[in-house]
Each structure stands twice: as C-alpha cells, then as structure tokens.
C-alpha cells in the first residue's frame, strides 16, 4: 500500500509565519565550547605564527592540525612538532556565500592547502593540511592556475592575532 495523499493541511509560508509561538523569530541559543588540550595549544601556537602538528611515534604522520590518536597506529600522539607555512593547492572552490549563508560583496577563493610537511609522498591524497581562504582573485581560481600553485601563509601582525585559524589571513602565491 502507498499513500498518495499526505493527510492534513498544508500551510503557505505566510501561514506557517503567522502562527504563535511557532516561528517568531530566531533562537537566542548560547553554546560554551570548549577546544581541549589539543586544539588549544594548535590555536596558541596560531598566535605565535607558528603552525602546529603533532607527529606519530609509530609511523612518524604528523597530523595537522593535531590529533590525540594515530588513525592508522591507534597510539596516542605525543610529541608537537612545528611545521612549515608554506604547501600546494590542492583543491580550490570561489564561495559567493559566507558562512553564515548570506551572500558576500566580494567572493572569495576557499582552498584545501597540503602543507610542506616531510614525510609525504607528493602524489598521495594522504596529507597534512588546511581548509582555509587563497589570496588569489576568483577569475585565477577558475582556470586551471591555482591547483598545484605553491603558497605561503599570510600572517596578521602580531599584536592582532587571537588564537583563532583567522590569525592566518590567507595563503598567498609564491612566485
């Protein structure tokens, strides 16, 4: 047996707005979030101008940004290791929306970045990287520049940054 007809009234958006206490308007929620140890001292060494990893005693990976478990050792991860700013696009994306899903004046170019990080074969999609914005125009993105294009991290001043992956403005070309 199917049903074909759904019981019940279907409401037009004007009346589902309109009905009390349904959708008046938005939700005041209030989160606490708390990083943990690891992001923590990932997100402080962002406020120094350094990326941190954290490097797998057993199969020497080192994960950025850092993890507390080897996902192939299944062993804690212990010792930090510094990595460096500087890596390939690897992938490549122009957002005309924020994150918040309102469009944006300026659209920007979202990349993921595979770090420098010794130890990785360069043609492997097994990498150590970042999710973060390309400091290139949208119409550079759209051709078939930027994958593989090499780039360094672009740093706020010092006295502006937080602790925050924003403290990265963006990755810039190296050429």
Known sequence: MSVTKLP???LSSKEMYSLPGLVESAPQAKYDFSAGPTIS??????????????KCPRCGRIYVPPRDYCEYCH?????????PDTGTVHTAVVSYISVRRERLEKPEVIGVIRLDVPGYPPNSYEFAGLFHRLCVPPEEAMS???IGMKVRA???????RTG????????????
């Open 41 to 54: 001292r990932f997100l402080q060494g962002l406020k120094e101008g350094k990326i941190l990893g954290r």
């Open 144 to 146: 078939d520049e930027v």
């Open 8 to 10: 019940g009234t279907k």
């Open 154 to 160: 672009r740093w706020k001043p010092k006295e502006q």
């Open 75 to 83: 062993v804690a991860l212990t010792d930090w290791v510094e990595v």
């Open 164 to 175: 925050s992956i924003l403290d990265i403005e963006c990755f810039e070309p190296v050429r």
